[in-house]
Every structure is written in structure tokens, then in C-alpha cells.
Antibody, heavy 119, light 107 residues
Framework: EVQLVESGGDLVQPGGSLRLSCAAS????????MHWVRQAPGKGLVWLSR????????VYADSVKGRFTISRDNAKNTVYLQMNSLRAEDTAVYYC????????????WGQGTLVTVSS | DIQMTQSPSSLSASVGDRVTITCRAS??????LTWYQQTPEKAPKSLIF???TLQSGVPSRFSGSGSGTEFTLTISSLQPEDFATYYC?????????FGGGTKVEIK
């Protein structure tokens, strides 16, 4: 059974940092691209970043470029999102999403982890 | 960036109704479009990719069509479990972008 389990969401002050993790199981992790997508309370979905299968190539949305870093550890079947210089507008549920190589649609989503940025 | 516009933003329908949701892209995306369903407090679930290919396990009452800039998601006979919010997303180019969502509510 495919599983994606996010963790690391927390309450953090503006300007702070947080690292999200997503542990994968039930499939050959290195054969898939991985993405992070977020959803602010009551709002729609926003794509943030993608990492390829071996971690050598990454893409970011302009809104997080330079502040967020996506990475993966295939030995641990885990993808990460390092978030720095957090702002109130980064408050959202963050989803880890799997996609087939070359096709960036999410065929499986984790349940999400809540990040709240507030003083 | 490619803008994705969904309409309507919400609709009310009854069980058994035929429902159609439209998604427009600001530029041509061939068939690189996917649809998701999200129920409250849950993660999105993939329904359709390639504009018209049903994801494994998705009921056949769901169908997708279109190419280029105009796409539709149709539910042929609405079931109680279909009341949810539906999102389209283009994967023609980065940044990936989503439509604003269509909330399907019970009439």
C-alpha cells in the first residue's frame, strides 16, 4: 500500500525556520518525482516545488524560491522541505505529492502537515 | 505562468444530476491537464490525467474532455460521495498551476 506521511508542521514565529519531512512507503521511492503543494486555510492549492528521482534537479515556485529548499534521501525514502524566513502568508497545510517521472500530476498525496506562522 | 480558470466556483446539485465543470488555460497546454477531488479535511485525490484518462479505481461516472485551452470534467450521475471540491491543474510547464476550485454542494 502506497503511503506518504508528512511530519514537522508546527507553530513558528515570523522569520523562523522549519523542516518538513515526508516518509514514503509501498513503492520504489527513487522511481518517482516528489512535490510539495500547500493549501492556506479555506483557500485553493498552490504548487511549491519538485525534486527529480535522484535529487539532482529541483524546481521552485517564485513565491518560495530562495527561501525553501526541497531535497530527498532515497536511502531513507524521505523527501524534505526546508523552509526559512517564514512569513504569515506561509501558514498552510503542506502536502507531499508523488508523480510519475516526466509527468507532474500528483497520482498520490499525503495527508498533509499544518504549518502556522504567527507571533 | 499559465493561469487556470475554473467555472463555476460553486454549484448546487441533487443526487442523480449530471454536473459539468469547466477549466480554461491562459495558453495552450495540449492535454497536460489533471483533475482532483478534495473532500473536507482530506487530501486531494487524483481523478483524471491527460485530460481524459481515468485514474485506476475512479468510477466511470467521472469523465474528462478537452485539449488546448478548454477542458471539462463531467459527473454523469452525482452520488452522495461526490459532494466535494474539484480542482484542475496544468502540468504542461512550470510553475504547475491549479484552478481556483469548484465546490459541489447538495441542493
Amino acid at each position: 500500500e502506497v503511503q506518504l506521511v508528512e511530519s514537522g508542521g508546527d507553530l513558528v514565529q515570523p522569520g523562523g525556520s522549519l523542516r518538513l519531512s515526508c516518509a514514503a512507503s509501498g513503492f520504489t521511492f527513487s522511481n518517482y518525482w516528489m512535490h510539495w503543494v500547500r493549501q492556506a486555510p479555506g483557500k485553493g492549492l498552490v504548487w511549491l516545488s519538485r525534486v527529480n528521482g535522484d535529487g539532482s534537479d529541483t524546481v521552485y515556485a517564485d513565491s518560495v524560491k530562495g527561501r525553501f529548499t526541497i531535497s530527498r534521501d532515497n536511502a531513507k525514502n524521505t523527501v524534505y522541505l526546508q523552509m526559512n524566513s517564514l512569513r504569515a502568508e506561509d501558514t498552510a497545510v503542506y502536502y507531499c505529492v508523488r508523480s510519475t517521472v516526466g509527468f507532474s500530476y500528483g497520482d498520490f498525496w499525503g495527508q498533509g502537515t499544518l504549518v502556522t506562522v504567527s507571533s | 505562468d499559465i493561469q487556470m480558470t475554473q467555472s463555476p466556483s460553486s454549484l448546487s446539485a441533487s443526487v442523480g444530476d449530471r454536473v459539468t465543470i469547466t477549466c480554461r488555460a491562459s495558453q495552450g497546454i495540449n492535454s497536460w491537464l489533471t483533475w482532483y477531488q478534495q473532500t473536507p479535511e482530506k487530501a486531494p485525490k487524483s481523478l483524471i490525467f491527460g485530460a481524459s484518462t481515468l485514474q485506476s479505481g475512479v468510477p466511470s461516472r467521472f469523465s474528462g474532455s478537452g485539449s488546448g485551452t478548454e477542458f471539462t470534467l463531467t459527473i454523469s450521475s452525482l452520488q452522495p460521495e461526490d459532494f466535494a471540491t474539484y480542482y484542475c491543474q496544468q502540468y504542461h510547464s512550470y510553475p504547475l498551476t491549479f484552478g481556483g476550485g469548484t465546490k459541489v454542494e447538495i441542493k
